[in-house]
């Protein structure tokens, strides 16, 4: 997340104040989310499959694609799918996640 708010910074899109008032927010809400790691190959391996047979015309971008799978596999092991929401300030990938049958929601939606 720091990468992302320091390109945001560098890119002239948030100021040093906000960057860093964005991350002190992050950081204060993150017990609100759950952040799922794929470390098994075996999970890497199916996340990836799955992003290469995604639709063509969601036309997102390779990393955006994976994001995408790695929520599909995780959606599909929750206890409750239902209550699985899939989170992006990216509009384009939250648009993706929707036409899958993805609830989304965007943090950046939430001053």
């Known amino acids: 997340m720091g990468v992302t708010l320091s390109r945001l910074y560098?890119?002239?899109?948030?100021?040093?104040?906000?960057?860093?008032?964005?991350?002190?927010?992050?950081?204060?809400?993150?017990?609100?989310?759950?952040v799922v790691l794929l470390g098994e190959a075996q999970q890497m391996k199916k996340a990836i499959s799955l992003a290469f047979n995604l639709p063509v015309p969601l036309r997102i971008r390779?990393?955006?694609?994976?994001?995408?799978?790695a929520a599909r596999i995780t959606s599909n092991a929750a206890i409750s799918a239902s209550s699985f929401v899939f989170l992006s300030a990216?509009?384009?990938?939250?648009?993706?996640?929707q036409s899958q049958g993805f609830i989304v929601e965007n943090p950046e939606n939430y001053p």
């Open 10 to 34: 560098r890119d002239n899109i948030y100021t040093k104040r906000q960057a860093a008032f964005k991350y002190a927010e992050i950081r204060r809400d993150r017990s609100k989310y759950e």
């Open 90 to 97: 990216d509009l384009r990938l939250l648009n993706a996640a």
């Open 62 to 69: 390779t990393l955006d694609a994976i994001h995408l799978a």
